[in-house]
T-cell receptor, first 109, second 114 residues
Framework: DADVTQTPRNRITKTGKRIMLECSQT?????MYWYRQDPGLGLQLIYY???????NKGEISDGYSVSRQAQAKFSLSLESAIPNQTALYFC????????FGSGTRLTVV | KNQVEQSPQSLIILEGKNCTLQ??????????LRWYKQDTGRGPVSLTI?????NTKSNGRYTATLDADTKQSSLHITASQLSDSASYIC?????????????FGTGTRLKVLA
């Protein structure tokens, strides 16, 4: 089983819809992250959490929210999706280094 | 401003050839530098990590070097294989107010042709 599991792997949604991306990990790490990857821009930090009660905004948090339901679970929500949120989204944990999930490809039409 | 720049943006080589990818950074105070390999549609996977005192680190056919004085790192791939086709991302960490921060480069996209 993967150390960091993201669901769904692919999703197409309409503008204005609410969508949740889920992430679970078996690494036992306290620190979890959500990143967005756009072509040519590298990975940009959306939100991060150092434990269940600690949530922090990253570089590009506008339009996103997160929930840390447990040490192993960290979900990302788009309350009202817009087309420029079309991107590849990665969840990651951090111990000695990052462990990334396989990504969720989100398309907003 | 803390920045990480990678070059070239993309690279095409023939199978069996060697190549070198570059990473220049202006991050301070430097903590460590990692190279990640990202296959298409997958998450990045760590290849090497180097701290300030380390000049070189190898992982199979991948060898990373670090020059902390010039703030440059390179990733050398020897005897390339088709499976080396991927994006290679340089990530530099630094500390601020006692907290570790990470800056990701935009990556070099490598294509190995048969």
């Amino acid at each position: 089983d993967a150390d960091v599991t993201q669901t769904p792997r692919n999703r197409i949604t309409k503008t204005g819809k609410r969508i949740m991306l889920e992430c679970s990990q078996t690494k036992g790490h306290d620190r979890m992250y959500w990143y967005r990857q756009d072509p040519g821009l590298g990975l940009q930090l959306i939100y991060y959490s150092f434990d269940v009660k600690d949530i922090n905004k990253g570089e590009i948090s506008d339009g996103y929210s997160v929930s840390r339901q447990a040490q192993a679970k960290f979900s990302l929500s788009l309350e009202s999706a817009i087309p420029n949120q079309t991107a590849l989204y990665f969840c990651a944990t951090r111990g000695q280094g990052y462990t990334f999930g396989s990504g969720t490809r989100l398309t907003v039409v | 401003k803390n920045q990480v720049e990678q070059s070239p943006q993309s690279l095409i080589i023939l199978e069996g050839k060697n190549c070198t990818l570059q990473c220049n950074y202006t991050v301070s105070p430097f903590s460590n530098l990692r190279w990640y390999k990202q296959d298409t549609g997958r998450g990045p996977v760590s290849l090497t990590i180097m701290t300030f005192s380390e000049n070189t680190k190898s992982n199979g056919r991948y060898t990373a070097t670090l020059d902390a004085d010039t703030k440059q790192s390179s990733l050398h791939i020897t005897a390339s294989q088709l499976s080396d086709s991927a994006s290679y991302i340089c990530v530099v960490s630094f500390t601020t107010s006692g907290t570790y921060k990470y800056i990701f480069g935009t990556g070099t996209r490598l294509k190995v042709l048969a």
